[in-house]
């Protein structure tokens, strides 16, 4: 007797083969043995994967070798506007390399004509600061003096020698050509009469063998002092065999491969539902692309920017995003910052190190080791302590960069003003650093305001009051940096007894400077740590203080390897020296990490863990969820509330330990990665004291995530997929309708292409949202999107257009032609050609074109992928037992399609080529040269398998068409023994 199965719904997605035999899991009937390149659909059906649109390829960039110490200890390097070239070998063997370092500003004197003369009076500051009002006449300098800051790349100039004001050029500069400015650079490249060029030339000399010395060719040279990245390659002028000298650490490096392919990442960047961009991260550089799928540009060339995140680095880097702004951790660099802003209607982006309005310190010091300071402002000053109780590093020069801060009592914490006829107009200033207040006794008439002193020194008005006799001022306001306040007051009558005064919310005053060297010495008969510092924010006096605390994040202690918002704060978490605490800033001000006793001050809390497990996530949820390598826990209140540092309250809420990837929420449930990469898990959790739940995504289908997943990213439409990409390069896909109880995986591949990224922005209206990923061709990694109006285009059986093909392109052309070009990435490769809606002969690419035997006027070129499935085994309950282990013979396979052509069958996935067969054949109806019609119903197929011990019978598509399979229905002979 024939039994008809009816499978209609593979929504279970592929299962495990070790599923294979739990025919009593209840999904076992709706899921998959090899479900590969579909994507199960939430109403049952299956639909073949859309192909990939090529928008472009990576940045190639190189690799940079240091040279040994040896050389380095031969080098001479001259600071100064050393321009002659070396006329003396002495001391020096053959290979030293000496660096001329040539610095020349130039002035524009008329920006019409182009004419440009050298700045004569100009000065080199030997360290890196801006000019101070110390730098005066007594200095050298004069009023127009010029200064070119080194590491800063910033022209100041000054305005009164005497008083040493100066002030910021804010004209167009140049600072890293070599070329003297020519007449090209006019008002129409931005240069106004009056504007700055700076000269930087390094030229670099290496001694011969005579032994004289002799220019280095092909050699160029920074402009700053970091090290070398891929990034400096052919773009920039390096040939391999170039060389490469860190001006400040005498580091030398040379250039040993140009051109080097290196692993990709794409990060999301929606600014709204209609703005959305895709970041680039390659080794060293970040570049954005925009949602047409074009790169994001100045003019002609293409936005890139130097990044610190290496190839290895950049699927550990982390993201928080508030509008237009975007942060970025990783655990060895400095927090990063992307701004998006306009100039007029001009869109800008900039990428730069976070610069702290206020820096994350740790704790205040508990012991009694006291820190005194040398000065309370100034550059190259020291600061020592009275031991030795740096024990967290083994060299102290790690604590290099690092900050220190310092909190002093006040000598004075508030300034009065007395409001009488022929009393002082001012008072002197008095730093403040957040609260304070401001309030009048008596009654006056006239005016009292508060000043603030600005970076030039001169005094400005910050808020003013006035009065006749009617009233008495109480003020309270807050500064987020340290500014310097101070009272005055102008046309004056007033009674006996009336004041103004100021005064400080804190009694103790913070300082902090920036460690430029460490070292243990000895003084007298006791061991003592003396800093040697750059005051960054003055400090209240030189007497020694118990309370000093050195910054959180650095490179002694590392840095934050987890970033998010969450009630109008920035959080971190997770360092190396301290891997289980998280730091919020203040609230609705993302730069500032002060500390204080204010609800809006910043905070920091360390988790009570069980281990010292790192802190690998943050997800803003009901609370703030924190996932630690084994453990994951909730912040919020008591009162449910918004946190402040008084009333944070933590609990645990499981014990499943998260891999270093950021959660995500995906229809409104959390979602994490487990540690090790491998299981993905759905995260609930409790306010009250129930145990949080992390229900495990894959347990249906842990195969599929074996190699461990390098990222993840979410769809919302038409449909929520939850996209991965594992480190063996294959793409996975995982409908999830939780609330239906859809949980399906599938497998994606591309020939011979490995994935490596994948990221999801916002579609346009009435399209599906962009999946992007990143594709590894043998070496070459190309940026890729899924067709967006793949089912658009199905809906309105626009198949000219229809792009199932990888890597492809889509070329419109009038009139049609043969001639099909642009195709220099596919070069070598055999294609699958869709020409006006008709499948042609597949060509292979030489020298970026094919030419096709008929003319077409729209034409997708691309790399033909298989999409495949079979079904889970079937089971029936029999009268003797079940159906399993008994011989089946499927005759005839009865398929519901949806707009489908090009579908094959055959008894089993791995047959051979002559045992597939074609389920929607050619029509005799259709005209020579015409596309066939996609179908839509019922077809019968036959199936020429034997018997065996389960219905193996599979589908797959391999034409440039779609694949739409609703239902599946085998027709079955089981034997009864």
Sequence with gaps: MSIHIHRNSFNAGE???????????????????????????????????????????????????????????????????????????????????????????????????????????????????????ADTTARGFATGSVIFVRDFGAIWTCTNATTGAWSLVTLKTNVSSTDVPTTFYDEEQGYKTGSYWVRNVYTVYRIGVSPTWQTVSGTHQPSSNRNPTPGDGTSQGFAVGSIWINNREGRVFELTNNAVSAPVRLIDLNVSATIRY???????????????????????????????????????????QVGNLAYFTHPNHPPQ?????????????????????????????????????????????????????????????????????????????????????????????????????????????????????????????????????????VFSSATEKATTLRITRSSLSAAVNSAAYLEAGDSRRVGYARILRAEPTISGNDYVTVFTVDIEQDFDSTLATTEWALEAWATYSGYPRSICFHEQRLWFGGTELQPNTLWASVTNNFE??????????????????????????????????????????????????????????????????????QAFVAANNLLFLQRGARKVRQFTYSGGGAQGQASDLTLLAEHVTRSGIRQVAFQQQPDPIIWAVTTGGVLLSLTYESDQNVIAWARHTSGTGLFESVSVIYGDDGKADEVWVVVNRQGIRMIERIDAEAFTKLEQDDTDRMIYLDSALLLERTPASTSVTGLGHLNGKTVGILADGAIVPSKVVSSGSITLDVAASKVVVGLPYTSTLQPSKVEMQMQNGPSQGRKHLCKNVTLNLWKTFGLEIADTPNAPEDKWFPVTARSTETALGDPEPLVTGFIDAKNLGAHNRSVDVSLRQRLPLPCNILAMIPQIEISPT
Aim: charged fraction near 15%; aromatic fraction near 12%.
């Design 15 to 133: 299962i495990s083969p070790l599923m294979d035999a739990r025919v009593d899991e209840a999904k076992h009937p709706f899921s998959c043995r090899v479900l590969e390149n579909f994507i199960p659909k939430i109403y049952g059906g299956a639909f073949r994967r859309p192909g990939t649109m090529y928008l472009g390829r990576d940045r190639l960039v190189s690799e940079w070798t240091e040279l040994p110490t040896s050389l380095r200890h031969d080098l001479g390097i001259f600071f100064g506007g050393e321009n002659a070239a070396p006329t003396s070998n002495t001391g020096y063997e053959v290979g030293a390399i000496y660096l001329r370092n040539v610095r020349t500003v130039y002035k524009c004197t008329n920006g019409a004509a182009g004419t440009w003369a050298p700045v004569t009076e100009f000065s080199d500051l030997y360290a890196s600061e801006n000019p101070t009002t």
């Design 278 to 320: 895709q970041l680039e991260f390659g080794a060293g550089y970040l570049r954005i692309w925009q949602s047409s799928g074009a790169l994001y540009n100045f003019g002609a060339n293409p936005l890139v920017v130097q990044t610190p995140y290496s190839g290895t680095e950049i699927f550990e880097v982390q993201m928080a």
């Design 337 to 473: 910052k992307l701004s998006r802003y306009f100039i007029g209607s001009s869109e800008f982006f900039q990428w730069s190190e976070v610069q702290w309005s206020f820096p994350c310190f740790r704790d205040w010091n508990t012991s009694k080791i006291t820190a005194t300071p040398s000065a309370t402002t100034g550059n190259t000053k020291t600061i020592t302590l009275n031991a030795q109780p740096l024990v967290e590093v083994a060299n102290y020069s790690e604590y290099i960069g690092a900050r220190i801060a310092l909190s002093q009592r006040r000598a004075a914490s508030h300034q009065k003003l007395d409001l009488v006829t022929g009393s002082v107009q001012s008072t002197t200033g008095i730093s403040i650093l957040g609260q304070y207040q401001f309030y009048t006794t008596g009654q006056y008439t006239g005016t009292v305001s508060i000043e603030q002193q600005n970076s030039a020194g001169a005094w400005e008005v910050v808020r003013s009051f006035e009065a006749k006799n009617d009233r008495q001022i």
């Design 592 to 661: 500032n990490f002060r500390r204080g006793a204010y609800d809006t001050d910043a905070l920091a809390f360390t988790l009570a863990a069980t281990e010292g497990s790192a802190i690998q996530s943050m997800v803003s949820h009901q609370s703030l969820v924190i996932f630690t390598q084994s453990e994951e826990w909730t912040a919020s209140t008591s009162e449910q509330t918004a946190i402040t540092p008084s009333n944070i309250f933590v609990r645990r809420q499981s014990r499943f330990g998260s891999a270093h990837k």
